[in-house]
């Protein structure tokens, strides 16, 4: 294994490891806390149930910013390693125009994964975890763009009755998408030289 890419598979371990330790750490604060708030609801500390749905509130909420800020941050991370792959056959075909500077990450998904594709022959969606980085994206979007909302046009899965539904996210979840994010990761760069 080349150097470049062993420090190229090191750095995404130690991202993913950080994501996963940040995950870990408030799914123990969060299991804390829901602990403690079964024993006080046991107890019959709260007086009716939304006084105890709105004790529930904040750890949960906590929970949930955390999923996705940890899907946001694979999500970054996938692309910029698909980018630093575009990288250096994107900036040859540069070279040859006189327009304005534009960089790899520049492009669309679409374009940069045609890029890749095309110049380290491979395709992309029949990499391990490609499903799940694709599934990632979509969910991650969805909450950037629409509140977690379904595009009925795009996030469609042929399991999927409710086409103006939600995405939900749990911790099972999660963690597919991150173990197969990493797997999508690794084999690209198998296929692919970093530059």
Same mark, same amino acid.
């Given at each position: =294994?080349?150097?470049?890419? =062993?420090?190229?598979?090191?750095?995404? +371990?130690?991202?993913?490891?950080?994501?996963?330790?940040?995950?870990?750490?408030?799914?123990?604060?969060? +299991?804390?806390?829901?602990?403690?708030?079964?024993?006080?609801? &046991?107890?019959?500390?709260?007086?009716?149930?939304?006084?105890?749905?709105?004790?529930?509130?904040?750890?949960?909420?906590?929970?949930?910013?955390? =999923?996705?800020?940890?899907?946001?941050?694979?999500?970054?991370?996938?692309?910029?390693?698909?980018?630093?792959?575009?990288?250096?056959?994107?900036?040859?075909? &540069?070279?040859?125009?006189?327009?304005?500077?534009?960089?790899?990450?520049?492009?669309?998904?679409?374009?940069?994964?045609?890029?890749?594709?095309?110049?380290?022959?491979?395709?992309?969606?029949?990499?391990?975890?490609?499903?799940?980085?694709?599934?990632?994206?979509?969910?991650?979007?969805?909450?950037?763009?629409?509140?977690?909302?379904? +595009?009925?046009?795009?996030?469609?899965?042929? +399991?999927?009755?409710?086409?103006?539904? &939600?995405?939900?996210?749990?911790?099972?979840?999660?963690?597919?998408?991150?173990?197969?994010?990493?797997?999508?990761?690794?084999?690209?760069?198998? &296929?692919?030289?970093?530059?």
């Amino acid at each position: =294994m080349p150097r470049d890419e =062993m420090g190229t598979l090191i750095s995404i +371990d130690i991202e993913f490891d950080e994501v996963k330790s940040f995950l870990k750490r408030v799914y123990r604060s969060v +299991d804390f806390e829901y602990e403690n708030l079964i024993s006080r609801s &046991q107890a019959g500390e709260f007086k009716d149930p939304d006084e105890e749905a709105n004790a529930f509130f904040t750890p949960r909420t906590a929970e949930n910013l955390a =999923m996705r800020a940890a899907l946001n941050e694979i999500n970054s991370l996938v692309e910029w390693e698909l980018s630093a792959l575009g990288a250096g056959p994107f900036s040859k075909a &540069q070279l040859t125009k006189k327009n304005k500077l534009r960089f790899a990450w520049d492009l669309k998904r679409e374009d940069l994964q045609k890029l890749i594709e095309s110049h380290y022959g491979i395709k992309l969606d029949d990499l391990p975890g490609s499903k799940e980085v694709e599934k990632l994206r979509r969910t991650i979007n969805s909450f950037k763009h629409r509140k977690g909302f379904k +595009d009925p046009r795009k996030d469609r899965d042929a +399991d999927d009755k409710n086409i103006f539904g &939600q995405y939900e996210l749990d911790r099972a979840t999660v963690s597919n998408y991150l173990d197969g994010a990493r797997k999508f990761l690794r084999a690209l760069y198998a &296929q692919c030289k970093p530059n």
